[in-house]
């Protein structure tokens, strides 16, 4: 069995209606801000919340509210610093880049200019970056949580009528919308307001498999569902309930390929995957170049992207370019390495992969408050020489427990009070390992 996340986008999307359904479906609302806190904005935002009635419905409301004045206008280039200078994870990292990095194609095409020089404005606020990041927040959650591996939507109502702009009044629905929805099943004309914003369907167009041109699919005729969260919009109709409802679904049926983690797979160490390892060699690039190529990859939904260098034949020095991903993902990676290196040929290959269940906290240190990663496991293999039972296993060979301090978090500590990263980490894990015991 196969648990979904559907869209019901019959009433459209934006980013807070995202939020909002996705955490009336079940996503741990202080986790949600918990993790916000990691794009290193504090006191910029906060994140409120309450329940609404959206035509008879009873929906979720978010709202993100700026606490100081903000920037007119962001880059792409500021964006993507903002994210890739945070703490989320790197799953995060690369949904949320990759989600920016669909709005900031659209726009560039929509005003005739090059991604890197695209300027945000509406979308560049605080507000959006916030819905963003929460969405690659929220979906890292079911898919780590409750067991989701795939996002699909339905058709994307895009509203009517006129919207009002940073470039003034635009017949909706707006450019950048038609150009992400390029493709995709849409209607239009149920309300007279704009009912997708550009945030809302990059969102799908980044994450629902059904959506992306590289990997349509068509959604299960037979599920179950699960669960439901409505997300509520800031307008009232008065045909319809200005909401997003998603689902959460269990599917029998064939989605495609099993990339994301196996949950039917349990080893004594965590979670087994399979995943693809593309790979090329590179002899006649600059380095710089080669720098950026990686950066674009993994902004693009490379898991890991890494290098070594290598001779080849002739004598000559070169880059080995390897670069990990899921399965529906390496079509677009393959796509991405032949475009933006010199690459004319790539290799790849299955790779299973097992990681330790991972989870974070913070500890209250003298330095400040220091995020530690917990990584843990248990050895589960056979031993036939000593007869173990599954029972004395568990006793001979303790929990795998590994802790490390954030990086980010120590080097900020090190330099606000003129100490090395070393005496922080320290100081870190004395401190937790003090709190564990006395919790004994």
Known sequence: MAKIL????????????????????????????????????????????????????????????PLKSQPHARSYADIRQILESSNLSQSCKQRA???????????????????????????????????????AICLEYLFEKLGVSRVLSSKIELGGGVAICDHGALSVPAPAVCEILKGAQVSLGRANFETTTPTGAAILKACALNLREQDRRESPRNFKILSTGYGAGDKEAADFANALRVMLCETSEDLGSKDEPNLSAQTGYGELYEQILISTNIDDMDAESFAFACDILRDSGALDVFSRSIFMKKGRTGFELN????????????????AHTTAIGVRECVVRKTELAREFCEVETKYGKIRLKISRGRVCSFNAEQNLTDENLARNYPEILKFKPEFEDCKKAAQRFQTTIREVRNETLKKYDETRNSKK
Not at 44 to 53: A, D, G, M, T
């Open 323 to 338: 670069a990990l991903c899921r399965k529906r993902d390496a079509a677009r990676i393959k796509g991405l390495i032949f």
């Open 97 to 135: 880049g990759a989600i920016f990095r669909t709005i900031a194609q659209a726009e560039a095409k929509v005003h005739g200019t090059d991604v890197e020089r695209v300027h945000f404005h509406e979308v560049g606020a605080i507000d959006s970056i916030a819905d963003v990041a929460g969405a």
């Open 6 to 65: 559907y869209y019901d986008a019959s009433a459209g999307i934006s980013g807070d209606m995202n939020l909002g359904a996705l955490v009336g479906l079940g996503v741990d609302f202080g986790y949600l801000c918990a993790e916000l806190e990691k794009l290193n904005l504090a006191g910029e935002f906060k994140l409120e919340r309450k329940n609404v009635l959206k035509n008879g419905i009873a929906a979720t409301k978010i709202d993100v509210v």
